[in-house]
């Protein structure tokens, strides 16, 4: 049978909930030890400022506070694109993968545009795995520290996932 129709009892979902969950992304770029390197490009990628062309993946890690050193609550595992010739901007699309606590094996799948240098922005959650299975939501990003010149960043994610 190609599909079929399921009940929604059959799945013995539990009623809804919104999670909040704030953290923080650390994005290094450069240095000794990248969490974000880029794996293609266009070349037009060195003459624009936006770095129009270009694709990355990252595997970052995420904090309870902006200090690297405070607990690590799980990993940001992504591929993006910078997507436009006007402003700094990536096309996103990133697993967000829980190591801790209540959350640990779970995950929220997240999509968008991501103006980098606008405060705040969003992203939206499409789904998730684990205790966020069925999730949908967004999640608002707020740059804590960004440095232009190395492009490494430590940003703000408050998400909010409706999940069962």
């Known amino acids: ?4 129709e399921l009940a929604r009892d ?10 909040h969950l704030q953290f923080y992304l650390h994005d290094t770029v450069t240095g000794q030890h990248p969490t974000t390197v880029a794996v293609a490009q266009a070349a037009t990628t060195n003459t624009s400022s936006t770095s ?5 993946v990252l595997d970052d890690p995420l904090t309870v506070s902006p200090d ?20 700094r901007s990536l096309t ?3 697993n967000l993968v829980f190591t801790e606590g209540a959350y640990n ?7 968008g545009q991501n103006p980098i240098l606008k405060n705040p922005r969003e992203l ?3 789904g998730g795995t684990g205790i966020f299975r069925f999730a ?10 960004y440095n232009l010149t190395t492009n490494n960043a430590i940003v703000k994610y408050d998400a909010y996932a409706f999940h069962y």
Do not use: D, H
């Open 92 to 94: 996103m699309t990133m």
């Open 136 to 145: 949908r939501g967004y999640v608002q990003l707020r740059t804590y520290t």
């Open 1 to 4: 049978m190609f599909a079929q």
């Open 105 to 111: 094996g779970s995950t929220l799948s997240v999509l």
């Open 68 to 87: 690297l050193n405070s607990t690590l609550v799980g990993r940001a595992q992504a591929i993006y694109a910078s997507s436009s010739q006007s402003e």
């Open 52 to 56: 129009f062309g270009l694709v990355s």
């Open 124 to 126: 939206a959650i499409v």
């Open 10 to 19: 059959q799945f013995q979902l539990k009623p809804e909930k919104m999670t």
